[in-house]
Nanobody
Framework: VQLQASGGGLVQAGDSLTLSCAASGRNFKSYAMGWFRQAPGKEREFVAAISWGGGRTDYTDSVKGRFTISRDNAKNTVFLQMNSLKPEDTAVYYC?????????????????WGQGTLVTVSS
C-alpha cells in the first residue's frame, strides 16, 4: 500500500482547506484511515480517523466542529476538510492506514503512512 497526501498550502486564519490522500491497492474500502499532524518542534499527534465503512469518525478535541474526515472508496481517497483554520493548525499533515480489513471498533494501529503535506496558517 502506498499513500499520497496532497492539498496543503499557505492560508490565512479563518480560511478553509481540503487535504486528500490517495491510496494504492485493491482493498482500500476495507481499511480504516486516519490523519495526523506534526507541528514544528512537537510530537506527531492524532487529528481524525474514519472507519472502513465511513460509519464512525473520531477527532481530537482541538479540531472538533472545524474539521471533517470523509472517504470515497470508489476513488481510494480519504479527505480532511478543514474550516476556520487557526495558526495553531500549522503542521505537516500525514495520512495513515490500518491494514486490518473490516476492523470492528476503533482500536486502530496505523502501519502505513503517507509522506505528509504542509499546511501553514498565517494570522
Amino acid at each position: 500500500v502506498q499513500l499520497q497526501a496532497s492539498g496543503g498550502g499557505l492560508v490565512q486564519a479563518g480560511d478553509s482547506l481540503t487535504l486528500s490522500c490517495a491510496a494504492s491497492g485493491r482493498n482500500f474500502k476495507s481499511y480504516a484511515m486516519g490523519w495526523f499532524r506534526q507541528a514544528p518542534g512537537k510530537e506527531r499527534e492524532f487529528v481524525a480517523a474514519i472507519s472502513w465503512g465511513g460509519g464512525r469518525t473520531d477527532y481530537t478535541d482541538s479540531v472538533k466542529g472545524r474539521f471533517t474526515i470523509s472517504r470515497d472508496n470508489a476513488k481510494n481517497t480519504v479527505f480532511l476538510q478543514m474550516n476556520s483554520l487557526k495558526p495553531e493548525d500549522t503542521a505537516v499533515y500525514y495520512c495513515a492506514l490500518d491494514s486490518r480489513s473490516y476492523l470492528s471498533g476503533a482500536n486502530y494501529k496505523w502501519n502505513y503512512w503517507g509522506q505528509g503535506t504542509l499546511v501553514t496558517v498565517s494570522s
